[in-house]
């Protein structure tokens, strides 16, 4: 098998202490079928770096792992809830590191963020009613 060279760094590359604090959350492969050549920090470099630059998936550089290899564990993730996870323990390891509690304590929720009630009947309520013409007698 040819040794693989090194690929450059990108800037939405994770640091090796951003990637011991989420690498237990992600998971190995799935068991059964042809083993996988790229390791899950490959993997979500590429789904970093796909997100933040917001092209096409055919569009992932060569020397990250075949975009068809990194689009199914995105979506595999998301459906698992990986990524839900993730961001937990990173939002929960943050609040610690400023010094305040894990979970917050309490909520502001204004106009703008609370969607107001939508009522169907307001806009039947305007609409012109029809007539029979069997009751018109015309």
Same mark, same amino acid.
């Given at each position: 098998? !040819? $040794? $693989? $060279? %090194?690929? $450059?760094?990108? !800037?939405?590359? %994770?640091?090796?202490g951003q990637w011991t604090a989420i690498a237990e959350l992600v998971p190995d492969a799935s068991p059964?079928?042809?083993?996988?050549?790229?390791?899950?920090?490959?993997?979500?470099n590429a789904i970093l770096y796909m997100l933040r630059g917001g092209q096409a998936w055919r569009l992932l550089p060569h020397d990250f792992p075949p975009w068809q290899t990194v689009y199914y564990d995105l979506r595999r993730w998301q459906g698992e809830g990986v990524w839900e996870r993730i961001h937990h323990a990173v939002l929960v390891a943050d609040r610690e590191r400023a010094g305040r509690e894990a979970s917050p304590t309490a909520a502001i929720i204004d106009s703008q963020s609370v969607r107001t009630a939508d009522q169907k009947g307001a806009v039947a309520a305007m609409t012109r009613a029809r007539r029979s013409r069997a009751v018109n007698g015309t």
């Open positions: 098998m !040819p $040794r $693989r $060279r %090194l690929r $450059r760094r990108y !800037p939405t590359d %994770l640091t090796d059964g079928g042809r083993p996988r050549r790229a390791t899950s920090r490959e993997l979500v």
